[in-house]
């Protein structure tokens, strides 16, 4: 008998995609798993759907709730959750077969707190997009130097008693960036061991969360996120060795992002929205935490703009659209 997985599903207006991505669980070679479609209030039919493919197969169970975003609904899967592991797959992604008896297979051997794969993007003309990966394994809180890493929730396998000791859930509310937010508090207290193959199918689709129209008040709840899971880090690893060493490299790297945030903004001419957020005391301590000496040239430019906070500049580069 092996490990059950929860496999927690959240679902919203996913009707035309619902029935592939459970087909891709049922196709799995492991079978020791349970399904937690969690539909988060559709306006589709979803729920008739989910409803059917629960009548099934009885390892497939179907929860309603009002619609309160995809953080709620994977911690009302996680709450329901009856695994020793658990995974998590959105209703529009898929699996390849063999996903669950590899990554299963792995923690055994090795006994590894959170198992990760590769994972590849999907459009809707067909392409499949695949990335060049590394595949370390291990204490990743910080990735090493010339290996770095790509983590995808729906590529992972987690241990349901390490979440749960340490308190991991999604944050609600967050509209990007809710995922890599829990991936790096994982990171924090887990050892982490990879299955070295494409086992994860990212479908791209219009309506999507990744593919709506950019808006920097969206975005910058992923530069919240990242912020929380530094706060994690530092109370979590409170006292060790290596406290200092991690907190400069995500500090460092959060600069980094909030700049390119700000860039961006410049781009599109929300100047005074740029200038308000670097008026804030806790916004500005990010910037100076970028390590500026070791940016790339290109990147030293820009972040050089930023700060300048020239308006005539950066009314320049909104007519060129650089």
């Known amino acids: 008998m092996g490990m059950l997985v929860s496999i927690i599903v959240p679902s919203y207006n996913v009707g035309a ?18 399904v937690l479609i969690v539909n988060d209030g559709s306006t589709d039919n979803t729920a008739e759907i989910a409803a059917a493919l629960a009548r099934t197969d009885p390892r ?20 329901a959750a009856k695994g020793q592991c658990v995974a998590f797959l959105d209703g529009d992604d898929l699996w390849e077969p063999e996903f669950l008896a590899e990554t299963v297979g792995v923690k055994m051997r090795t006994n590894a707190d959170a198992v990760y794969s590769g994972y590849s993007r999907f459009y809707s003309n067909g392409y499949k997009r695949k990335y060049r990966y590394h595949y370390p394994g ?37 509209l990007v960036g809710q995922d890599w937010e829990m991936i790096a508090k994982v990171l924090t207290v887990a050892t982490v061991q990879p299955v070295p ?25 992923a530069l919240h996120g990242y912020k929380r899971a530094i706060d994690f880090m530092a109370q979590k690893l409170a006292g060790a060795s290596n406290l ?59 972040y050089k703009i930023v700060l300048s906070k020239n308006r005539l500049c950066w009314n ?4 060129l659209g650089h």
């Open 17 to 34: 995609y619902l029935g592939e991505c459970i087909s891709s669980i049922l196709a799995q070679t492991y079978e020791q798993w349970e």
């Open 60 to 79: 497939i169970r179907l929860i309603n709730q009002e619609n309160g975003g995809v953080s709620v609904a994977r911690n009302t899967g996680l709450r």
């Open 138 to 174: 291990g204490s990743l809180i910080i990735p090493p130097a010339d290996k770095p890493v790509r983590f995808h929730i729906g590529a992972m396998l987690f241990d349901k008693a390490l979440l749960d000791k340490h308190a991991i859930t999604f944050t609600p509310g967050g």
């Open 197 to 221: 193959r494409d086992l994860m199918i990212y479908r791209q689709r219009k309506g999507s969360t990744l593919n709506s129209r950019w808006n920097w008040k969206r975005h910058i709840h």
């Open 244 to 302: 200092e060493e991690v907190l400069r490299y995500h500090n460092a790297k959060l600069g980094r992002q909030s700049c390119r945030l700000l860039w961006r903004m410049i781009k599109t001419g929300s100047h005074q929205d740029v200038l308000d957020l670097m008026a804030d005391a806790e916004f500005a301590k990010r910037l100076e935490c970028v390590p500026f000496k070791t940016l790339r040239l290109p990147e030293a430019l820009k």
């Open 316 to 319: 320049i580069l909104k007519l």
